[in-house]
């Protein structure tokens, strides 16, 4: 692992440019186990003038380039899959088992996803047969500003970051400065993997500091988020001025819908899935709409499940 309050900005770690240190908390325990660096307006300067620089011959890659680096990197994250489940494990209290199985089992995945879309992707294609000589070409954006939550945190990190790689975009990720130490990890990957200087850059720090500075940027073509509906408003306003492209991820929990005839597992079904991932996912149903006839049935499955389900260390 690198130092843990370095940032990685155009293929090195580097110190920020001003020391403001945050302890990075294990849920499970209460424990410090670390401690990271928060980003500055400068740091974000440096890290995106990086990535635009980077993009003027990233862009230019042939789609088997991009294919070559992010199977590499797919092979070195599948390595190290087990240690950095225990690090997820560790930052956001996942139980081990599943933060190793789905967690860290997740960036795999969505980065197989990506490969398979990119290997046939039509970058350039007819627009339609009545308007042949009419073409629809995607063209990759520019710099992407890239910002995940700690729920989840390689699984947004990985489909956001393959996904601009597979465009030819270059970027700068912006991890939840609470679940941060996953993200340094998967940053040494890219730096083994060999992907070039500057494509890929990681500033650590909170919304208001670096997620400002970042998605106010005159120099980010593109912001992707996942969290809450309050900061996407105010990424939104704040990206409105340099008329970015904006793609938001926002919170919000539904509820599972039970009719009588849903079948007697449904309840047990619901509960589990709420728990799942302690009940820390932004689709866990943490409210049931129980037919009326039903009801009374519901609430003894559910308080038995909850019952039998045993809470304890993550690791």
């Known amino acids: 692992m690198p130092d843990s309050k370095h940032f990685y900005i155009d293929g090195a770690w580097v110190a920020p440019c001003v020391a403001n240190d945050l302890e990075v908390i294990n ?9 990271i660096s ?26 088997d380039e991009r294919i070559g680096f992010i199977e590499g990197l797919l092979d070195i994250y599948r390595t190290r899959n087990d240690a950095l489940g225990e690090l997820i ?11 190793i199985s789905a967690q860290a089992g997740a960036g795999s995945w969505q980065a197989e996803g990506v490969l398979e879309e990119l290997k046939t992707f039509a ?56 679940a941060p130490l996953s993200s340094l990890m998967f940053a040494q990957m890219i730096h083994d993997a060999g992907i070039p200087a500057g494509v890929f850059n990681l500033v650590n720090g909170d919304g208001i500091g670096v997620g400002t500075a970042l998605t106010g940027h005159v120099d980010v073509d593109m912001v992707s988020f996942t969290g809450s509906t309050r900061a996407g408003i105010a990424i939104s306003k704040n990206a409105a001025d340099t008329v970015k492209r904006v793609s938001l991820e926002l919170g919000g929990k539904g509820a599972n819908i039970v009719f009588a005839d849903a079948g007697e597992k449904a309840i047990i079904k619901g509960v589990r899935s709420l728990l799942s991932n302690s009940g820390q996912s932004c689709n866990a149903p943490s409210r049931m709409l129980v037919e009326r006839s039903i009801y009374a049935q519901a609430v003894d499955q559910a308080t038995a499940e909850f019952a ?8």
């Open 27 to 35: 849920p499970s325990t209460e424990q410090v186990i670390d401690v």
């Open 38 to 63: 928060l980003g500055s307006a400068s740091d974000v300067d440096k890290a995106v003038a990086a990535a635009k620089a980077a993009f003027v011959s990233w862009s230019q890659t042939s789609r």
């Open 89 to 99: 494990s560790q930052e956001m209290g996942c139980p081990i088992d599943k933060s």
């Open 123 to 178: 970058f350039e294609s007819s627009f339609s047969e009545a308007s042949p000589d009419t073409y629809l070409l995607h063209e990759p954006i520019g710099v992407c500003a890239l910002i995940t939550p700690w729920n989840w945190p390689m699984n947004q990190v990985v489909v956001k970051v393959v996904a601009a790689l597979a465009a030819g975009c270059t970027m700068v990720l912006k991890p939840s400065e609470i």
């Open 308 to 315: 039998r389900t045993e809470v304890g260390l993550a690791s």
